[in-house]
């Protein structure tokens, strides 16, 4: 079945450090990708997407790549600030699998980074 | 707008009472889903209905049942609460088009004694 390998945390990193959170894939089909970002005692919010191989989401200064050949969607940010400490899940979801659109999940990073 | 509104937000129980989760969204989606999420697992799907009038098992389904009311709503039902039903439950609501995004609610933290 489809699933999701992400990096393990946590991640601690001071203010204005560059981010990468790895996130590989397996997937029957061509899934659409995306982030997720848990804050404290929140539920989830969407943080960017892809669609389709090669395009690339971006929000709040995070971008991630659709990489089909290597079936990865690696989450970066230039510089992080302390209010980006959350948890960060990556998804996807395989219409191929057939029913409604299911997402599968990694399990979480949470990123901590520090004044 | 509310978008996904869950009640309540927090609840103690006891081993062997019962209770139900209560999800209600605004957004005129056709699915909605019930997660758990426990330390080191991620989240995983207990069940999920793709429309008024279906629901089936996800990843987790033993010890609990749903029923989904209408379009808005979505219930998570415990019959007999367990220590091992512990965990953040999400309900989750989204269309059914693979390339849109599930919107979450602000979860329930619940604790079995």
């Known amino acids: 079945g489809d699933s999701v390998t992400q990096m393990e945390g946590p991640v601690t990193l001071s203010e204005e450090a560059f981010l990468t959170i790895n996130c590989t894939y397996t997937?029957?089909?061509?899934?659409?990708l995306f982030w997720y970002v848990q804050y404290p005692g929140e539920g989830l919010q969407l943080l960017l997407k892809?669609?389709?191989?090669?395009d690339k989401g971006s929000n709040k200064g995070f971008e991630a790549t659709y990489r089909k050949e290597t079936t990865s969607f690696h989450l970066e940010k230039g510089s992080v600030q302390v209010s980006d400490s959350a948890v960060y899940f990556c998804a996807l979801s395989d219409p191929t699998q057939g029913g409604s659109e299911k997402l599968v999940f990694g399990k979480g990073t949470k990123l901590t980074v520090n004044p | 707008n509310a978008g996904v509104t869950q009640t309540p937000k927090f609840q103690v129980l006891k081993t062997g009472q019962s209770m139900t989760l209560q999800c209600a969204q605004d957004?005129?989606?056709?699915?909605m889903y019930w997660y758990r999420q426990d330390p080191g697992m991620g989240l995983r799907l207990i069940y999920y209905s793709a429309s008024e009038g279906t629901t089936d098992k996800g990843e987790v389904p033993n010890g609990y049942n749903v029923s989904r009311l209408n379009k808005r709503e979505f219930s998570l039902r415990l019959e007999s609460a367990a220590p091992s039903q512990t965990s953040v439950y999400f309900c989750?609501?989204?269309?059914?088009?693979?390339?849109?995004?599930?919107?979450f609610g602000d979860g329930t933290r619940l604790s079995i004694l």
């Open positions: 997937a029957t089909g061509y899934p659409s």
């Open positions: 957004m005129n989606h056709n699915s």
């Open positions: 892809a669609t389709k191989a090669d």
């Open positions: 989750a609501s989204g269309l059914v088009r693979g390339n849109q995004p599930q919107h």
